[in-house]
């Protein structure tokens, strides 16, 4: 849901770098040559996604249309992404596109570090697309272990497309605060969307901020937050009463949500800064 610019590295010159260095030999009858050969079919491959992203359509490719002709589509995958890019000649490929997000952060959630590289569409059943840069996301391990191999059923179910898809323009995420006292400060998140969303849209981001559990792990973060300056906010109360409290949490807020519109910390902060019961001490 937060963008990140396109890799530069083409498809083909993936695809290519990755299986100059597959053997042949008599026993894998000439595998090396083979997947050398697919240079055009990998192509083709990048660019139907490209367009299918660009378009929301992602949901309507078809595994079928996205094989190497005569080698199965685990070995290819194997070969070409494991051997080949991640141990082998690809390598500076991989460490470029794990190197895009500027501040380290996982494109889907911008709660967690990237750790590793996502398939948008997964190798196991799209081996044409397993080196496509523009099918490789940098993201986090707890994103990519709740995405797995996961493929969109239908147009509400495709998760948005860092290189292709932006959403970080507008303000979208909000919070509540709990009621309870024995909840105090506690951050409820969700989804509200803006003015110009249609109805698809709201429903992908509704559905990727529910796949991804952000409100819960936003909530946690921000409970966090709160244990570190409660003691700052008490000396504000004491010093310069509620007013004191709301206009330090504006400040952070503002600080925060001029970078990011939907930063997390920064809603926190709003949605703090908003609540007057809060503010006069609803804190403890």
């Given at each position: 849901?937060?963008?990140?610019?396109?890799?530069t590295?083409?498809?083909?010159?993936s695809?290519?770098?990755?299986?100059?260095?597959?053997?042949?030999?008599?026993?894998?009858?000439?595998?090396?040559?083979?997947?050398?050969e697919?240079?055009d079919?990998a192509?083709?491959?990048?660019?139907?996604?490209?367009?299918?992203?660009?378009a929301?359509?992602l949901h309507?490719?078809?595994a079928e249309?996205?094989?190497?002709?005569?080698?199965?589509?685990?070995?290819?995958?194997?070969?070409?992404?494991g051997?080949?890019?991640?141990?082998?000649?690809g390598?500076?490929?991989?460490?470029a596109?794990?190197?895009?997000?500027?501040d380290e952060?996982?494109?889907?959630?911008?709660?967690?570090?990237?750790?590793q590289?996502?398939?948008?569409?997964?190798k196991?059943?799209?081996?044409?697309?397993?080196?496509?840069?523009?099918?490789?996301?940098?993201?986090c391990?707890?994103?990519?272990?709740?995405?797995?191999?996961?493929?969109?059923?239908?147009?509400?179910?495709?998760?948005l497309?860092?290189?292709?898809?932006h959403t970080?323009?507008?303000?979208w995420l909000?919070?509540?605060?709990?009621?309870?006292?024995?909840?105090?400060?506690?951050?409820?998140?969700?989804?509200?969307?803006?003015?110009?969303w249609?109805?698809?849209?709201?429903?992908?981001?509704?559905?990727?901020?529910?796949?991804l559990?952000?409100?819960?792990?936003?909530?946690?973060?921000a409970?966090q937050?709160?244990r570190?300056?409660h003691h700052h906010?008490?000396?504000?109360?004491?010093?310069?009463?509620?007013a004191?409290v709301?206009t330090?949490?504006?400040?952070?807020?503002?600080?925060?949500l001029?970078?990011?519109?939907?930063?997390w910390t920064?809603?926190?902060?709003?949605?703090?800064?908003?609540?007057?019961?809060?503010?006069?001490?609803?804190?403890?």
């Amino acid at each position: 849901m937060w963008p990140l610019n396109p890799p530069t590295v083409s498809a083909r010159s993936s695809w290519e770098t990755c299986t100059s260095k597959s053997r042949d030999t008599a026993a894998n009858g000439n595998l090396g040559a083979s997947l050398r050969e697919a240079a055009d079919a990998a192509e083709e491959a990048a660019t139907t996604l490209r367009i299918a992203a660009q378009a929301r359509t992602l949901h309507n490719l078809k595994a079928e249309n996205f094989k190497i002709e005569g080698i199965p589509d685990k070995r290819v995958a194997d070969i070409v992404y494991g051997s080949g890019m991640t141990k082998g000649p690809g390598r500076d490929i991989y460490d470029a596109l794990m190197d895009a997000p500027e501040d380290e952060l996982c494109p889907l959630c911008r709660h967690s570090d990237v750790t590793q590289l996502d398939h948008v569409m997964p190798k196991a059943a799209y081996p044409a697309l397993c080196v496509a840069p523009e099918n490789l996301v940098p993201v986090c391990g707890i994103c990519n272990h709740i995405k797995n191999d996961r493929a969109a059923a239908d147009a509400e179910d495709v998760l948005l497309h860092p290189y292709f898809e932006h959403t970080d323009t507008v303000n979208w995420l909000d919070a509540t605060l709990a009621t309870s006292a024995l909840d105090a400060g506690r951050l409820t998140y969700f989804v509200n969307p803006p003015p110009g969303w249609g109805g698809t849209l709201t429903a992908r981001v509704r559905r990727q901020f529910d796949l991804l559990e952000l409100g819960r792990r936003y909530s946690i973060k921000a409970n966090q937050t709160l244990r570190g300056i409660h003691h700052h906010l008490v000396r504000q109360l004491k010093s310069g009463g509620r007013a004191a409290v709301s206009t330090h949490l504006r400040d952070m807020a503002a600080s925060h949500l001029v970078a990011d519109p939907n930063s997390w910390t920064g809603v926190a902060y709003r949605t703090w800064g908003a609540n007057d019961d809060f503010c006069e001490g609803r804190f403890w």
